[in-house]
């Protein structure tokens, strides 16, 4: 029998080693599906007609020269006459169609006539954005204005970052089958979903049933990143079309709806002033910032500064601005990566103006952080890892045509689970069905589930089935925030254990033992004490009988299964190149507490994969909006961009993995690394160039104008 | 993209036959990187498409009295792989430098010299729709009131804002490049900087080329000993140069430059040739030179409000070209 | 101002392709003689049902109905039915169900829809069908049945992680794999420059890069 609590990591073959992917084969070799591979008998492909402005509204829409077209089969009117759309390519009207190539040509000839109105597509300018910004309240400690005036030195900063687009590859969509057979219907749908458990009431409404009758599958999914919790209204028009036209529709967003609409991180930006001792401490804040979550309002630093929290005199103020833009969904650990920055800037800022050394700076003011210990320890660590004290020089000293730079930040995150059901049904054959209705975006979800399930049993990894992405297995919940692994893992930890705990009482009479001295290893069940013989583990199962043993696992929080709350620095080293302002990172270094990891492998995966979506805001990535149409003028992946591989520079990444962050239990790993490279990088460049660059992403342009200010 | 006819010739005069009847609603394909982008968009809808690749001999290269001749379906990847540009001993690294410069394979593979010197601008008004020219209702240009962060900052006095794409062209006329066109009137033969035109009203394209006319091939005379490309490009990858400098040029015995030509690429509607450069006639080439010409040329630049970053890029990049052909790599 | 009536280039010299189209009126009869002539045996097996003959040019032109499309893929023949305007890509993934290339820009950016060409890595969503005939086309699927389920390159990209998500993975597995057959000895530094047609999101860069040094070198690749 085993314990909940997690086994010994000396005793573990695979919790905490460098795991492959168990669907690592099917996606190299092309037999993963995706909800965009998904191909049906009859299936009809849909395509939209989008409002080309920022703000118009639709003066007439004709239809009619899509719908006669040959092999057109549903043409259905999203904005009708009279509408205003608030966003360009919001849809307007979609066509179901034969052929990918029809549909797209159908919607292309529907006739829609505009009355083109005032938009605002300015999130960086309060002034030029006019009445669509609106100024929040001060918040004022009480003696403020005495404590920063009498501060030794005050530094100014102002700096901040562009909307950007979580760019997922698989762009958003579903591909939906309702049938009726005798009077009862019900719905097929393959949804590239980050919450399988929590869609199908979507389906069921846009078909008109309920959700006992929705199946959702995700077996595969080209990314999320924060913007797939909801079937959305490309999902439910593909049901519609699909309970209207009697056959499956496919209904995947084109590259520039999806960078327009499917979701996109606020801007932000920020003047601050930060009041400082001469010996580097910091006891005053001063920040107005302002930005813009798209259509949907907010902005993405509602709360300074970061992670430094406890200032102890502060001035803050924020001021959202209204954008006909896509709006704001959920991006990667939402809003830190932009409060990072503009803290992180500020302090680095400060620092320079006294003239210290940055990472003595944070060092002397991490009282002002809620985890002290756990930063200076990490502090340390990334130093050594990037060489910081060799290579650090003082701001500005350099002068040669090609400078170096090194930058750090900081940042925290929750990352405690979300509640999840796991089902382990062991068959009596020695078959392993580990069932969850939870989804892999990639982060190595199916393989966590193998790992603890076989490590529990004492069996091979590829013994164990997974079965995962289905509404029909255990409810699970969304991915998001850094929440799945904790939940699942400890799930399926909770699962397995009873499963081996209810063999073993089965098998221990023939063992002649106490089930309690028996335990699942190396493929056998033995005693506690042996290193050797025992029952294999498949013989062991036949004496269950005949029905396999079937068990249900829940989330468990505390007690060593999970935790909460992590702390991570990150360094950057940066060249510039100072005629041409072009910036190529040279080395990021990431180090992570985050509990304890299930696989290394593709926890390392996804710490690089957060350090490189950091250097793609830093250095590339963002949403440009054209001022005169309101349109977007980069919908593409062309003048979106994204860093290349050799871009990126190398990666080092240390998780910290101590006893003291193992006994923590499993805390998620997808938000934190995303938060600091932008900082980092941004400090980097300052400390090459000797001055700040005002925006992310540092382009050429921008870096030159921060040379010559 | 709407649908159309297909055909695929095997000679040149087929290709001219079945271009001709549509009355202007043919379009020639190559390598498609282009064509099939701006089809897919609906900027360009052709009711026939008449691909070129079957034509053997527009998809060699061969050496002749005039120079090397490279035939306009020729592969960017075969231009790269054939050796050619190494003939007589001579090199072209000007326009192997702007070759390699397309940093995908896949589209070295794919694209071909003659689709690359005639691709479309790639402005983001003109790609969304608004036109070559990007005017509003009143005549005003969106670029100037929008974006245009990657436009113009030469000839952009008139309605033209965009910047021409070719990463080959500035490359080719720096190395005095001609090229040959095919009509049913039969061939000609141009210099390739004569292949482009600033557009001055709306239905005025980029090029000079007529109706019934074909690009064919370019023939690169003897090279001048010393040239280089320098593009200003952000990503190691794909990415399209924010500036490019082409230059080519000879000196004497005693270090003197006899010829010179200095080529500007993504800074106007058209490759931008730098009158400048003969101001180098007869002086020796030295840093101080360098940068003095460089000044000079950029000094004539007319940046828009958002863009005159460029013109301090443009400077960079005809320094480095210039140190690039002095190493000679 | 309507959606169907932007501003676009109003002559009918801007609604050319990009390497030029031809005006009736300004042919000469004459030219055409010769052409006329040659063009008969440039047709051939595929004139089927979707062919017509264009009298004027003389020429047989196909489409733009569904034609007679015959593809070698994976060193099988695929017979197919296609209109003229179906790119591979889309060939691939909606008449083949070969889904393995993935669609992701559609505009020859990302490097999601790589296949090989005659060896040559190409993006499949900008290459028409119709052009991809006589050509061995090689998809990520048949890399993997040629090879057992997994060629090397594949097998390295599973042992280093090479993927998240997935999505832009088998575009990267073709691209690599282009790389280790033109350039068996490429350095690291060589293999990423030949890898810069290609975009990943999740950020595998790291894990792609040993990949393809590991199926080059058959070390074992970083950790």
């Known amino acids: ?709 | 993209m709407n649908s159309f006819e297909y055909a695929r010739p095997t000679t040149l005069e087929q290709a001219i036959g079945l271009l001709s009847p549509t009355d202007g609603d043919a379009a020639a394909l190559a390598g498609g990187t282009d064509l099939l982008s701006l089809m897919k968009d609906f900027l360009v809808e052709p009711k026939r498409l008449v691909s070129l690749m079957g034509i053997e001999q527009l998809g060699t290269i061969s050496v002749g009295k005039d120079g090397l001749k490279i035939g306009a379906t020729v592969t960017l990847d075969g231009l790269l792989q054939s050796g050619a540009l190494n003939q007589w001993g001579a090199k072209w690294p000007a326009l192997w430098h702007a070759a390699a410069g397309i940093k995908s394979p896949q589209l070295r593979a794919m694209g071909t010299v003659g689709g690359e010197l005639l691709q479309r601008p790639r402005c983001w008004y003109f790609r969304r729709g608004h036109g070559l020219l990007a005017q509003d209702a009143k005549g005003g240009s969106l670029v100037e009131q929008g974006d245009h962060r990657y436009h113009a900052i030469f000839d952009n006095a008139g309605p033209a804002k965009f910047v021409h794409p070719s990463s080959l062209a500035p490359a080719l006329i720096a190395c005095d490049a001609t090229a040959e066109i095919a009509s049913p009137r039969g061939m000609r033969t141009v210099k390739v900087s004569e292949l482009y035109r600033t557009p001055t009203k709306a239905g005025e394209r980029e090029t000079t080329l007529a109706s019934d006319e074909l690009l064919t091939a370019v023939t690169l005379p003897r090279p001048l000993p010393k040239s280089a490309t320098y593009e200003v490009r952000p990503r190691q990858g794909l990415d399209w140069p924010l500036v490019a400098a082409s230059v080519a040029f000879e000196l004497d015995g005693g270090g003197k430059v006899t010829n010179a030509r200095i080529v500007l690429g993504h800074v106007a509607p058209t490759p931008w040739i730098a009158a400048d450069a003969k101001s180098l006639i007869g002086k020796g080439i030295d840093d101080a030179a360098i940068a003095a010409i460089a000044a000079a040329v950029a000094k004539a630049a007319t940046p828009l409000k958002g863009n005159a970053y460029k013109v301090d890029l443009a400077q960079v990049a005809i320094r480095r070209a210039f140190a690039a052909a002095l190493k000679g790599n | 101002m309507s959606q169907t009536d932007r501003p676009q280039d109003a002559s009918s010299v801007s609604r050319r392709g990009f390497l030029r189209g031809m005006s009736a009126s300004a042919l000469a009869a004459g030219a055409l003689a010769p052409a006329a002539q040659a063009l008969a045996a440039t047709v051939g097996a595929n004139a089927g049902p979707g062919a017509t003959t264009s009298a004027k040019a003389a020429a047989t032109v196909f489409g733009p109905a569904p034609i007679a499309v015959n593809l070698t893929i994976n060193g099988k023949t695929r017979e197919l039915r296609l209109e003229p305007r179906v790119t591979l890509l889309d060939a691939l993934r909606n008449h083949l169900d070969l889904t393995g290339a993935k669609k992701v820009c559609d505009r020859a950016t990302c490097g999601a829809c790589t296949v090989l060409l005659d060896g040559k890595a190409v993006y499949s969503c900008t290459v028409l069908a119709v052009e991809a005939q006589g050509k061995a086309i090689e998809t990520v699927e048949g890399l993997a049945e040629a090879n057992n389920g997994a060629a090397p390159i594949q097998k390295c990209f599973v042992a280093n992680d090479a993927q998240q998500c997935g999505f832009c993975t088998p575009g990267f597995v073709m691209a690599c794999e282009s790389v280790r057959r033109r350039n068996p000895h490429a350095n690291r530094e060589q293999a990423l420059a030949e890898l810069g047609g290609n975009l990943c999101r999740c950020g595998t860069y790291h894990g792609v890069a040993n990949a393809v040094l590991d199926a080059i070198h058959g070390t074992t690749g970083g950790k």
């Not at chain 1, 040959?70 to 360009?88: F, N, S």
């Not at chain 1, 005949?546 to 702390?567: A, E, H, K, L, Y």
């Not at chain 1, 620095?569 to 990021?588: N, R, S």
């Open chain 1, 1 to 709: 029998m085993a314990d909940l609590a997690w086994p010994n990591p000396d005793d573990c073959t695979l919790i905490g080693k460098r795991v492959p992917r168990l669907d690592g084969p099917d996606k190299c070799a092309g037999r993963a599906k995706y909800t965009y591979d998904i191909n049906r008998p009859r299936m009809l492909w849909a395509k939209f007609a989008t409002c080309p402005f920022g703000r118009a509204r639709v003066k007439s829409i004709d239809i009619a020269p899509a719908e006669t077209m040959a092999g057109v089969v549903a043409v259905e009117v999203i904005a009708g006459a009279g509408t205003e759309c608030k966003v360009a390519f919001q849809e307007v009207a979609v066509v179901a169609a034969e052929s990918e190539e029809i549909a797209r040509e159908a919607a292309r000839r529907i006739k829609i006539e505009w009355e083109p109105l005032e938009h605002n597509v300015v999130d960086d300018d309060v002034a030029m954005a006019g009445n669509k910004a609106k100024a929040g309240k001060e918040a004022l400690t009480e003696d403020f204005a005495a404590a920063i005036d009498g501060a030794a030195v005050i530094s100014e900063t102002e700096v901040g970052c562009s909307i950007i687009t979580h760019c997922c590859l698989e762009p958003h969509g579903s591909v939906v089958e309702v049938t009726e057979v005798d009077g009862k219907t019900s719905v097929m749908a393959w949804c590239s979903s980050q919450a399988v458990s929590g869609v199908g009431g979507e389906f069921a409404q846009a078909a008109g049933v309920d959700a006992a009758n929705v199946h959702v599958s995700c077996q595969h999914m080209g990314g999320g990143f924060g913007s797939k919790f909801g079937a959305d209204l490309w999902g439910a028009l593909a049901a519609r079309l699909s309970k209207k036209t009697g056959r499956p529709v496919k209904v995947m967003l084109e590259r520039d709806m999806e960078l327009a609409l499917a979701g996109s991180r606020p801007s932000a930006f920020a003047r601050m002033r930060v009041g400082v001792e001469d010996d580097g401490a910091i006891i005053a804040w001063e920040s107005a910032a302002w930005g813009s979550g798209g259509n949907g309002g907010g902005m993405g630093a509602p709360s300074l500064p970061y992670v430094f929290g406890n200032v102890e005199h502060k001035k803050t103020q924020t001021t959202p601005i209204f954008t006909n833009t896509g709006g704001a969904r959920a991006w990667r650990a939402p809003n830190h990566p932009q409060m990072c920055l503009l803290t992180m800037a500020a302090l680095s800022d400060a620092a320079a103006e006294l003239g210290m050394d940055e990472l003595e700076f944070v060092k002397k003011n991490l009282g002002l952080t809620g985890r002290a210990d756990v930063y200076a320890e990490e502090l340390g660590i990334a130093a050594e890892l990037i060489d910081w004290k060799k290579k650090w020089m003082p701001r500005g000293d350099q002068r040669g045509v090609l400078r170096r730079g090194l930058g750090l930040a900081m940042h925290t995150w929750g990352g405690g689970p979300h509640d999840s059901n796991v089902q382990c049904t062991l068959h009596p054959d020695g078959g392993v069905e580990i069932r969850c209705g939870t989804q892999d975006l990639g982060v190595g979800a199916r393989t966590t589930i193998g790992i603890v399930a076989a490590e529990t049993f004492g069996i091979p990894l590829n013994k164990v089935t997974v079965l995962i992405g289905d509404n029909r297995y255990p409810a699970s919940g969304g991915s998001g925030g850094s929440t799945t692994v904790g939940a699942i893992s400890t799930a399926t930890r909770h699962a397995c254990v009873q499963a081996l705990n209810k063999l073993c009482e089965a098998v221990a009479p023939e063992m002649n033992a106490a089930a309690e001295a028996l335990v699942a290893k190396d493929g056998m069940v033995r005693g506690k004490e042996s290193t050797a013989g025992g029952v294999p583990f498949a013989d062991a199962c036949r004496r269950i009988g005949t029905q396999p043993i079937v068990t249900m696992g829940q989330t468990q929080r505390g007690n060593g299964m999970s935790d909460q709350g992590v702390g991570g620095v990150q360094m950057a080293e940066v060249e510039v190149d100072c005629e041409t302002g072009i910036v190529t990172m040279q080395k990021l270094v990431a180090v992570q507490d985050c509990g304890r990891i299930i696989d290394l492998l593709t926890t390392e995966s996804q710490v690089r994969g957060a350090m490189i979506m950091g250097v793609c805001a830093a250095l590339y990535e963002e949403r440009i909006m054209d001022p005169v149409t309101g349109t977007l003028l980069n919908p593409d992946l062309e003048f979106y961009k994204l860093a290349g591989i050799a871009d990126v520079g190398e990666l080092v990444v240390h998780m910290m993995q101590t006893p003291d962050h193992l006994k923590r239990g499993v805390i998620g790993i997808g938000e934190p690394p995303a938060i600091s490279p932008m900082a980092a990088i941004s400090n980097a460049v300052a400390n090459a160039i000797g001055a700040r660059v005002k925006r992310c992403p540092m382009t050429p342009d921008r870096v030159l104008a921060a040379m010559k200010a």
